[in-house]
């Protein structure tokens, strides 16, 4: 089994070249939200619409690939249209994906059909991956060996390429932790185990967190498959922080998702950690690109399904502590 070919550029983007759409990526992460909630998009250029794209493991040079994004919009169309009598104008209806991002990204009425499509295709393409996995001929411990596969290519390219992380650790947690998991808590159902796979990233300081979370979603993991209500952050007051960084300021009073909330969150505690253990942790559905090979052992019926599955995977991205003399 294999994943998408190519390794990520030497793209690390400083807080001072943000974007609007980086900022929010950034506080998806920090929140744990949705994106079904949000109203827009904020992507500036087409080339942010196709790096979005491609954090999917959609591949647009791919034939195979646009008749699947196509067979999923075509999907969302007629759901909106048959259960909402949703009206979707003709130009919309005909767009590919790069143009409904980048028309979800704008104003008016066509932007509302757009974002709404998005949306369902959103859904759509999850669920069926999620029907995909369950056909294919692959085991639990299979796939961890995807999304390490993955993980280590795209942070050890970061590495190598002196990007500011200090410390870089991975795992799979053993069955005793699991078992102990299950006793210690309310929730019993091994399904709500969510970090079965593991990551912790430190970086060199504080100002290198978010350009760290920006990258990562630009080349592991897309910022809309966020496990709502799994976020903790206890690193960073995001606003606070924002309001601090010049760049960030600007970009503040356009973020859609209620600033309120991040003060809420930043209250919220874990009575099994420490008080004094301050971390960034969410969980994201990590989208993994199978081989052929694997898919051609699958049922014919799989086939129609694309070749993405989804794993959950925990990230942990904390600071390095100053020394003391």
Not at 231 to 249: E, G, I, K, V, W
Request: charged share 25%; aromatic share 8%.
């Amino acid at each position: 089994m294999s994943l998408g070919d190519g390794d990520p550029v030497n793209d690390f983007r400083p807080i001072e070249e943000f974007s609007l759409a980086d900022l929010e990526a950034v506080q998806m992460l920090l929140r744990g939200g949705s994106v079904i909630d949000w109203h827009r998009l904020n992507f500036a250029t087409e080339a942010e619409a196709r790096e979005a794209v491609a954090a999917q493991e959609f591949h647009l040079d791919d034939p195979a690939d646009m008749a699947r994004i196509e067979a999923v919009k075509n999907s969302a169309i007629s759901y909106l249209r048959r259960n909402f009598d949703f009206p979707i104008p003709k130009p919309v209806a005909q767009l590919d994906l790069v143009g409904l991002l980048m028309l979800a990204s704008g104003k008016g009425h066509r932007q509302l059909c757009a974002c709404t499509i998005l949306k369902l295709m959103h859904i759509i393409h999850h669920l069926e991956a999620r029907e995909l996995l369950f056909m294919l001929p692959v085991s639990d411990q299979q796939i961890f060996h995807l999304v390490e596969e993955k993980v280590y290519r795209v942070i050890g390219g970061m590495l190598a390429r002196g990007f500011p992380i200090l410390e870089f650790i991975g795992g799979r947690k053993n069955k005793d932790s699991l078992y102990t998991k299950l006793l210690s808590k309310q929730e019993v159902l091994a399904a709500q185990i969510y970090d079965k796979v593991r990551f912790r990233i430190v970086t060199r300081s504080p100002d290198d967190i978010f350009p760290t979370l920006n990258y990562l979603t630009r080349h592991i993991f897309p910022f809309n498959y966020v496990i709502p209500g799994q976020s903790t952050n206890t690193l960073l007051h995001f606003r606070s922080y924002c309001d601090a960084n010049p760049r960030l300021r600007t970009l503040l009073p356009d973020v859609q998702m209620p600033l309120e909330a991040e003060d809420l969150l930043s209250k919220l505690d874990n009575r099994f950690t420490a008080s004094s253990y301050r971390v960034t942790h969410f969980v994201v559905d990590m989208p993994l690109r199978v081989s052929r090979e694997l898919l051609a052992e699958a049922p014919p019926a799989a086939w129609a399904l694309g070749p993405v599955v989804f794993a959950q995977t925990e990230f942990q991205v904390i600071r390095s502590r100053p020394r003391t003399p």
